[in-house]
């Protein structure tokens, strides 16, 4: 998403342009999205968290955090912007097994070997650029723990070629290239994002795109749903010793 492509090559906390300033909007957006629990499925085949300790990197104002909430044995939310901070403790505020701390994906504030789980979605984790949080998710992984990274499939029609459009710096097929160079596999999933109002649906598309490219989108949609294409890329941390 644009939000999260501003930060293609991060260096340490960039703006982004959706949630940081339209909280409200991305809220609505957050509810369209994965209608029909496809992500969460593919993630739950993939890299099982029930009974586990979680990190959401990136987590926002925490609209994931309780669905982890529901069956993991903890999970902590980790975002950089203070005012989503503050909105993601207020969302998770009466789950005992749900935290939020203030910190950037390249600096999590937490101790080595705590997770089972990191998770990130749309957030940060964008290829090249994004060394430094990978090493720290390593870092705070237990030995057999998973790295599970979503992102927009720049490929798949109709959302990806508008991504690509507002963003001529992202090239989908290095992303890809980058991810399987550093040990991921990959899960190509296709959700359906759902609105209740037209009025919704192209509040979203114009806090995620420039406005040409969003007038595009909101001309190309009828209706009020279309299906988008993600891209799971998933690195299990090993259980034991590797050898060269």
Partial sequence: MRAALAAIRP???????????????????????DVNGA???ALDRECGWAGL???????????????????????????????????????????????VVAGPAQRL?????????????TAYF??????????????????????????IDGESAPYGPWLCADEPRYNPVEVLGFFADNGFRLVRVT????????????????????????????DGTPGLSFDVGY???VRDKPKGLVLP
């Fill in 109 to 121: 504030p937490l101790p080595d070997a705590c997770a089972d789980l990191v998770h990130a979605r």
């Fill in 53 to 99: 300790d979680v990190v959401d990197v990136g987590c926002g104002d925490g609209f994931h955090l309780p669905v982890f909430a529901a069956t993991a044995r903890s999970v902590t939310g980790v975002e950089p912007h203070p005012p989503l901070v503050v909105r993601a403790k207020t969302r998770v505020d009466g789950l005992p097994n749900a935290s």
């Fill in 11 to 33: 260096v340490d906390v960039l703006p982004s342009p959706n949630i940081w300033h339209w909280p409200e909007v991305y809220q609505v957006e957050n509810r369209a999205q």
């Fill in 231 to 233: 891209r799971l890329h």
């Fill in 126 to 151: 964008f290829g090249p650029g994004c060394e430094p949080g990978l090493r720290e998710a390593d870092r705070v992984l237990r030995p057999g723990g998973a790295l599970a990274i979503v992102d």
């Fill in 39 to 41: 992500i969460w499925a």
């Fill in 191 to 218: 959700a359906r994002w759902q609105f209740e109002r037209r009025e919704d649906l192209e509040s979203v598309l114009r806090i995620e795109f420039s406005a040409k490219v969003a007038q595009r989108a909101i």
